[in-house]
């Protein structure tokens, strides 16, 4: 534990200045793509400047090695994951807004196909129907508000003893199944 | 509970309770003793809370707490699937809905 504790001293240091060198790469790489030389030689630097830390640090201590080298690469991954999070917000923003937006366009859109093949005037009846099929599978799923529309059968054993199928009480009353968990 | 069980059969309903617990247990006698409407139990078959969409939706193996009005037409004509352990639908709500359907 205190080699650990140790280490951990010892590493948060050291990720701090990697931090500092690895965006400090990223700062200088994004302007310069005009001149990849320096781009390459400055990532090659930076991989230079990390692979010899873990190498000298091993002095006998394999387990308190591992540790150093699973620290090292959980905050790399927080590193790599703060900007990540940050590109997700985004993500998440515009396709909310742009699925919603297609959404409502590719109903826009499947409304007017129906009256567009009227160019077609030889087979407009099967065209119409088709449209109208298309139109009505289309129209179906926002209507569908619950998960299932029509209750699906079952036919199951009771505690009390005989089985019970939903298709038995269906048509006659209004029937209300509950699923319930006798542990809470 | 068993007020609650009357209020929603006045109306003419009936209840069918689906438990996918395990009922050879203690929890199962008493659970079945003194409701008056069947307790069905699925024995580890998943198909029937599946098909109504609330199996395992806490990853638990067993179906959610919740609720499915079904009409007379046999469409589901109110549902509240519970996304917590201690969902529970107040019967009044029940007794509302079924009083919608039979309004409607």
């Avoid at chain 1, 799923?141 to 619950?146: E, G, I, N, R, V």
């Avoid at chain 2, 809370?49 to 009005?69: E, R």
Wanted: aromatic share 6%.
């Amino acid at each position: 534990m205190n080699r650990s504790k140790y280490f951990l001293s010892f590493i948060a240091p050291l990720s701090l200045i990697l931090v500092v060198i690895a965006c400090g790469s990223e700062t200088a790489s994004s302007p310069p793509e005009n001149q990849p030389d320096t781009v390459d030689r400055q990532q090659q630097a930076s991989n230079e400047s990390t692979s010899p830390d873990p190498d000298s640090s091993p002095g006998g201590n394999n387990d308190s090695f591992g540790s150093a080298s699973a620290m090292t690469d959980d905050e790399k991954s927080g590193e790599s994951g703060e900007p990540v999070a940050s590109d997700d917000l985004v993500i998440g923003a515009t396709p909310s807004s742009s699925t919603g937006s297609s959404g409502s366009s590719a109903q826009q859109l499947s409304s007017p196909k129906p009256s567009d093949p009227v160019q077609d005037p030889s087979t407009s009846e099967t065209q119409d129907a088709e449209a109208d099929s298309s139109g009505s599978k289309d129209a179906d799923p926002p209507a569908a508000q619950p998960v299932v529309d029509f209750a699906p059968d079952f036919h199951l054993a009771s505690v009390q003893g005989p089985a019970h199928r939903l298709s038995d009480y269906r048509g006659d009353q209004p029937v209300v199944v509950v699923f319930y968990r006798a542990f809470w | 509970m068993q007020s609650n069980i009357d209020s929603v059969r006045s109306t003419g309903a009936e209840i069918l309770a689906i438990s996918t617990d395990d009922l050879n247990g203690p929890a199962g006698l008493a659970a079945s003793q003194g409701f008056e409407f069947p307790i069905l139990y699925t024995l580890g078959d998943p198909s029937t809370p599946k098909d109504y969409g609330v199996f395992n939706l806490h990853g638990d193996g067993l179906a959610s707490a919740s609720v499915f009005l079904i009409g007379t037409d046999g469409a589901v004509a109110w549902e509240s699937i519970g996304e917590r352990y201690t969902h529970q639908v107040p019967a009044s709500e029940i007794v509302k809905q079924i009083n919608n359907l039979g309004g409607a």
